[in-house]
């Protein structure tokens, strides 16, 4: 019955215009259906809209998580930096530079970025790919976000970006699970970035950064690259590479933490 409600109320919203069509908050079905067409225009096959998002609830349990996340960066640097860099993380760090020593030089001949930025950004995100990278149905946590009214214009775009990753083939939708945002994979993209920085370097014909290490970190530098990151330069705070990671992350004590991080890791 939900499936047939969705394929009805796409039909009625199909000739909508895009901007007005999937408005937040109100029934939840009704906003799927909006966001169905939206897909639609967008380019985005029937078959993969109905796959994606034929059923799909609300998920309250990203909501609250999402409400509680504001005090995170609430801390000075030190503070931070502690429960982030420790000597665990740094010596496993250490290790995946020499494992991944020839990887890592391919791809800072190719975007410029040095190793140790790279690998500190992967341990800060996933413990190098053996931590958590989340286990929530991505379509389902970006619908509930997109359909919440605090940043629903974000979320829109980024399930629209969900809906072509599965377009393009490059992840089935058993593996679209990620984090509470919506993130996927061992360097934590969200779909949107993993459309425009994600790289195929494995040469498999799809951007795997779930379990390709090639294309995880190859598509971690390329968004640095793209964002203006230049190597041999200072990447400590107030330099242009400093702003070059804002396109990682915003927050300046996340910055500060991976230039901390890179810098233990080059036993500088």
């Known amino acids: 019955m939900r499936k047939l409600g969705l394929t009805v109320l796409f039909g009625a919203l199909i000739g909508a215009t895009p901007a007005l069509a999937a408005r937040c908050g109100g029934d939840f079905n009704t906003f799927v ?21 034929g059923g799909v609830t609300q998920d309250p349990a990203v909501l609250a998580f999402d409400r509680r996340q504001r005090g995170t960066f609430n801390k000075t640097f030190e503070q931070y930096v502690s429960t982030r860099v420790g000597p665990g993380r ?57 359909h919440d009214c605090r940043r629903t214009e974000l979320f829109q775009g980024e399930l629209l970006a969900a809906l072509k990753i599965l377009q393009r083939g490059d992840l089935p939708l058993q593996d679209m699970v990620g984090a509470f945002a919506g993130e996927i994979g061992q360097t934590q993209f969200l779909p949107s970035s993993y459309i425009k920085y994600g790289v195929d370097f494995d ?22 690259h793209v964002s203006g990151f230049k190597n041999g330069a200072s990447y400590s705070e107030g330099t242009p590479n400093f702003e070059a990671m804002r396109e990682w992350n915003r927050a300046t004590i996340y910055r500060k933490t991976i230039g901390y991080f890179a810098d233990q890791l080059a036993g500088r």
């Open 33 to 53: 259906a909006a966001m169905s067409a939206e897909a639609q225009a967008a380019g985005v096959s029937p078959a993969v809209i109905s796959q994606a998002l």
């Open 90 to 146: 740094i010596n496993m760090g250490r290790q995946m530079l020499q494992r991944h020593a020839a990887l890592l030089a391919r791809i800072e001949k190719r975007f410029g970025v040095p190793p140790e930025i790279i690998v500190a950004i992967w341990g800060l995100e996933s413990d190098y790919g053996k931590g958590d990278i989340g286990k929530m149905p991505v379509v389902r946590t970006l619908a509930t976000m997109a």
């Open 203 to 224: 040469g498999s014909g799809q951007v795997d950064l779930r379990r390709s290490i090639p294309d995880v970190l190859a598509s971690t530098a390329n968004l640095l």
